[in-house]
């Protein structure tokens, strides 16, 4: 309790420190209110239906007002929180572990499934997630995706993931030095996310051994959702619906036009790297966004953190998931059958 009092407090004094950005008013009548949409200062492939959707216009088929605010890594939470935005995309895994310490958001459709590898070495004798035990493994913080889903992967396997015996060390480095730490032996292995892990395994400085867009364990779930902060939902349901179908048709376009979604968002320089690449990676996602799904995934990652120790022991697992799930009125659950 006292850990997670202190996480919960810390999380308090960060909030504190983002101004919050004048709120509208909470009566703003249906088809009046501006919904903000955060979306990362440096856009990745994740957030490719939110570029699509601009595109395409699917915003302004659904009526919505809408601005885009843009956001430094890793703020999406505090600005929901502080009221700076309504809507964004964000890696599940980063979220459960707040959730449970007292973020108040909900989670009302999951978006797709891919996005996170742990690579090694082209010529190193690790040849399976197993063959991490008692290896350095680089990840750029220990709440990113790139810890928590490998975290998953090795207690299923056994090994203990954290504390003073643990089988395995985690070590924090700038996203954009694991590839360097990695070629110079600094750690074995390095978690990390696409494009950047399809770029570096494509140019032969990596090699594979655990990607939740194909491993069996991880292909079929949904690791990107779409948060929508509490009040939002609660004030102007109508135009939180309005995003929510918007993204699913620009979602289903992605899926499937996965060559011209990736020239689309490379050319107008949404996403940096090369329109091959980008595409490449993008036919490896399943942008089939679901209702239903983000409450299996809310379940199943919630359950799992809590087996592994990530997630207290005295947090109301079914609680949780009941508390943010939020299946939003007028939101089908999926376009595809």
């Not at 980063?94 to 959730?99: G, R």
């Not at 996310?193 to 494509?202: L, R, V, Y």
């Not at 490896?284 to 997630?311: C, D, M, P, W």
């Given at each position: 309790m006292k850990r997670k009092a202190f996480v919960f407090l810390l999380l308090c004094g960060v909030l504190a420190s983002i101004p919050a950005r004048p709120q509208q008013d909470a009566s703003v009548p249906a088809g009046e209110y501006t919904l903000t949409i955060g979306l990362p200062v440096?856009?990745?492939?994740?957030?490719?239906?939110?570029?699509?959707?601009?595109?395409?216009?699917?915003?302004?088929?659904?009526?919505?007002?809408?601005?885009e605010f843009k956001m430094d890594p890793g703020t999406a939470m505090n600005h929901l929180t502080n009221g700076t935005i309504d809507v964004t995309n964000n890696l599940l895994a980063?979220?459960?572990?707040?959730?449970a310490n007292?973020?108040?958001?909900?989670?009302?459709?999951?978006?797709?499934t891919g996005c996170v590898k742990v690579l090694v070495r082209p010529d190193s004798p690790i040849r399976s997630p197993i063959d991490l035990r008692g290896k350095k493994i680089g990840v750029p913080s220990l709440n990113s995706s790139?810890?928590?889903?490998?975290?998953?992967?090795?207690?299923s396997l056994g090994l203990k993931i954290d504390g003073p015996d643990a089988d395995v060390e985690w070590l924090i480095y700038p996203s954009a030095e694991l590839p360097l730490a990695l070629e110079r032996g600094l750690v074995d292995a390095i978690g990390s996310?696409?494009?950047?892990?399809?770029?570096?395994?494509?140019e032969?400085?990596?090699r594979v051994i655990i990607n939740n867009a194909t491993?069996?364990?991880?292909?079929?779930?949904?690791?990107?959702?779409?948060?929508?902060?509490?009040?939002?939902?609660?004030e102007h349901p109508e135009e939180v619906a309005k995003f929510l179908r918007a993204i699913q048709k620009a979602s289903k376009w992605v899926q499937e036009n996965p060559d011209e979604t990736a020239r689309i968002i490379t050319e107008k320089q949404y996403v940096a790297g090369d329109v091959a690449v980008n595409a490449q990676v993008l036919k490896?996602?399943?942008?089939?966004?679901?209702?239903?799904?983000?409450?299996?995934?809310?379940?199943?990652?919630?359950?799992?953190?809590?087996?592994?120790?990530?997630?207290a022991q005295d947090v109301d697992v079914d609680a949780l998931v009941k508390n943010t799930f939020y299946a939003v009125s007028g939101v089908p659950d999926s376009l595809f059958r």
């Open positions: 440096e856009g990745g492939l994740c957030e490719a239906p939110f570029y699509i959707a601009i595109e395409k216009g699917f915003y302004d088929e659904e009526g919505l007002k809408w601005e980063t979220l459960i572990q707040p959730i007292g973020l108040d958001i909900k989670i009302p459709l999951a978006l797709h790139t810890k928590v889903i490998p975290s998953r992967v090795l207690a996310g696409d494009p950047t892990a399809s770029i570096i395994e494509n032969g400085k990596a491993d069996d364990n991880l292909k079929d779930e949904f690791c990107c959702v779409t948060p929508v902060r509490s009040g939002a939902i609660a490896t996602f399943n942008y089939k966004a679901s209702v239903s799904q983000a409450q299996v995934a809310i379940e199943r990652n919630a359950q799992e953190l809590q087996q592994i120790g990530i997630v």
